[in-house]
């Protein structure tokens, strides 16, 4: 709900992303630094998750933005976070979405989770460091989504 607090990724997402050694994310507004944070601290959960000799292929499927000067950027981030993110044992592949609105985590443990609003449910703080919210999600104030969870596994007979 608007305004709520006790949210945070792990207890959305951790429980099926777990186990997945390749995880996609449908979301064409990784964009904004804020976005970019947001991709960052779902990334954090799932290399904290996993075994540190296991390797985990995260595959973002977004679009660059159409002024160059934001697109640079961008770029630039979206490079980054792929750098950071290989010093965790995290394989970032980054892809142009092949349209729509929708947004969605896959796993190939057969998890499909719907986000209404993408990764970008938290409200804006403006606490600066000394915000909690700054160090936990849970902390922060989110804004209305929802989010679906389907079980696609093919029941073998």
Avoid: C
Avoid at 2 to 31: C, K, W
Avoid at 107 to 116: A, E, M, P, S, V
Avoid at 130 to 149: I, K
Wanted: proline share 3%.
């Amino acid at each position: 709900m608007e305004n709520q607090r006790g949210v945070s990724y792990e207890a959305l997402f951790l429980p099926y992303l777990r186990g997945a050694a390749e995880i996609e994310l449908h979301d064409p507004y990784i964009r904004m630094s804020h976005q970019g944070r947001n991709l960052v601290e779902l990334l954090a959960l799932i290399a904290s998750a996993k075994d540190p000799a296991d390797e985990v292929t995260f595959k973002l499927y977004t679009t660059l933005d159409d002024d160059p000067n934001y697109q640079q950027k961008q770029l630039q981030m979206l490079s980054q976070i792929r750098q950071e993110a290989a010093q965790q044992g995290l394989k970032v592949e980054i892809a142009k979405d092949p349209g729509g609105h929708d947004r969605w985590l896959r796993t190939d443990t057969g998890w499909r989770i719907n986000l209404g609003r993408g990764l970008d449910i938290f409200q804006k703080s403006d606490g600066g460091w000394f915000d909690l919210g700054t160090s936990r999600q849970e902390f922060r104030q989110v804004r209305a989504f929802g989010v679906t969870y389907i079980n696609e596994r093919k029941e073998v007979q």
